[in-house]
């Protein structure tokens, strides 16, 4: 059947399928979560890459002499099913336009090439159902053929959300299996994801439109895909009315010459009354030209490269614009994190410059603390260490929560951060009661240094045999010199009086060090929080250049 040629056309080398799976796990790692325009689209591109890949391109690269598989897709109703059991020659498919809820795509084969579309490694998301049938063929006429007696079998197809039930019957061709798929307008979203699927994993793609359907959206964005891919395809319009087959066939030429998919097989299936007798078959002559261009893509050595060949090149080609495509939607993704993080880290850092204006103004020596400092030593270091604390924590919980409504205020003016800010999955906890009990806890922990400090003063003047100091007293005259502001300048020279103006200078010196630790370390803290949906959408500026760097390499491969 000259395989050897075919094999030869597609370029089968182990660096060429090694380049398309390295580019299959860059696509199969991108992410576009955050709402941008182009986005779906970029979801959509993303899988359908991904589909084609796992189940077209890859096995049929490495299985260049593997059966042909011609998916026949279109609209509920336009008589997809009726096609295949018409082609088949008995029902293999239910037809109907009611359809149930829910459809497992039919796949039949001739019993030889079972083993190929058995094995999970073709169209890899599907369950396997089959089915072994003793049969009666149906006549020339499209009777007979209706009594079956069917012992079906399932080969895990419970497992999993997708199924395919493969049947075989050896009145196809060797090496051509029909897939009958959802209709691609289903009302229900799975079928039409299917129907999506099915598509990319054909080798030839069969449109099925009807006389008063063929000018549909639908059937022609399917059409302008195809022509995209350079995939090989035909068409059938069906249920022709006698009256007004040579004016429709006209139009639907005119209009596909127009699209620039002239070259494209047409066929037509008149209005035929199903036959009841004949289990709902049209009659053979209604189909036979339809099969007998089937059986020649199969057959016919020539006919059958080029239908494996054009499809796989045309996907391969359409690389070239699909990749950068994602690429520069994972672009806009990463800009639109970037911003959204810009936003946050914006509002941060104003949070910690008007902490640091508001400590150098003095401001958490204020209410009782400045009581506590009017009347010390009194009050004890304690209650004036206390007072401190709490004045400063307060502070610092009505910066973050000024922080965090600039972090609103500003995500509320795209259209990215006012989806994250309504997505309750992806909000961090806001609480007010646990952000204030981290604040007081850093604050907690940030006055225990300032206590160590003061300590290890006490414990360097006693072993230098001066003045002993009470390391409490130090503490609070330490506190209040860095949170006093002017107001606290007294006591930073009573602390100088105290151990010494070198000693005073280094505790202030160490103190002021850890207090912007502590600050800048909440501060990061809660914007760390704030950003955590962000960040768990691991956009990043590497997906864009991982992609390029892909395409770069499988084209050089080819």
Known sequence: MGHSALVVILDVRPELLDALSALRDRVDAARFPLPLRGAARARRTRQELLTQLDDYLVPRLKAPEAPLLAVVGGSTGAGKSTLVNSLVGRRVSESGVLRPTTRTPVLVCHPEDRAWFADPRVLPEFARAWAVRQRVRANSDGTGGARDQRDQRDDGGAAGPAQLRLETDDSLPRGLALLDAPDIDSLVTRNRELAAELICAADIWILVTTASRYADALPWHLLRTAKEYDVTLATVLDRVPHQIADEVGRHYAALLAKAGLGDVPRFTVPELPESAGGGGLLPQTAVAALRDWLAHCALDPAARQQAAHRTAAGVLDSLRTRLPSLASASAAQHAAAVRLARGAEDAYEQAAERIEDAIGAGVPLAGEALAHWQGYPACGPDALQHALAEEFAALLRTETDAADERVVAAWSRSRAGAALLDDP??????????????????????????????????????????????????????????????????????????????????????????????????????????????????????QQSALIAALSVLQRER
């Open 425 to 542: 999955a992806a909000r961090p906890d806001r609480d007010r009661v646990a952000v204030a009990a981290r604040i007081d806890k850093g604050v907690r922990r940030w006055r225990r240094g300032l206590t160590d400090l003061a300590y290890a003063q006490a414990r360097a003047a006693r072993d230098a045999d001066r003045p002993p100091v009470d390391p409490e007293d130090v503490a609070a005259l330490l506190a209040t010199a860095l949170l006093g502001g002017r107001r606290g300048s007294a006591a930073g020279e009573r602390l100088a009086e105290t151990v010494g103006v070198q000693a005073a200078l280094r505790l202030r010196d160490t103190a002021r060090d850890r207090l912007d630790d502590a600050v800048a370390g909440l501060l990061d803290a809660e914007r760390d929080r704030r950003l955590t949906p962000v960040d768990g959408y691991d956009v990043t500026a590497g």
